[in-house]
């Protein structure tokens, strides 16, 4: 990443940022002393006489750059705005999330299916009835979510709500024998990285199930 500071006077600066730290720094003037004030940042192949010999371009060897991933602040913009972000997909284990209801019980359980052994069951037992995890949110950005649950035959059906929005449609988590699965909620954007909740509401179940619980197995944030 690099930081810049255009001045034609001695406040100048350049700072160059690699994973975090400063490691390269210079201070002073750094653009010309022009009217209009030239403040350009280019991005491309550095070779000056490709373009002012005749016949241009000469003979040359091939050069090849590559860019990716540029983003350009302003005088308002800070480190985490323009960092970097990768492609890492988020996995977070239900199980560790804190977890609030509207009153009904929710216990975790080990099993060989749950990935890292452990999904939650939450003991809805009637529409309308919420538990909700907070789930830290790394980055202000495009995530796919994707919800990992088990289904059984006493499930109930549920909404996502992120922050203030529904997110996906209704999932029926109806299923006679066991099974997991991974539900596609689709694109969410945060605007803001941090503690995020993900209410799931009860909203019905299908004609055969036993009962309206809920089972989580683990969320994943996929950057987009
Ligand atoms: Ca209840
Ligand atoms: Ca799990």
Redesign the pocket.
Known sequence: MVQVYWSYNSDGYVKVWKNGSVVHERTGPNMYNHPDGIKEFKLGLYAWNWKTTPPSPPEASPRVIFHDEVRVGDASSNYDEVKPRGNKVIQK???NLQAVTNGDSHSVFDQDG??????TQFFSDNVGDQVTYMLNVPEARTYKVKV?VKKYKNRGKFQLTIGPDNHGSEVDLFSLNEEWSEIDIGNVTFGSAGDKPFKFTVTGKNVSSLGYNLSF??IKLIPQ
Do not use: F, L, R
């Not at 749950?114 to 999904?119: A, D, F, K, L």
């Open positions: 284990e239900v199980e749950c990935s890292e052994y452990q999904c990992g197995d683990y």
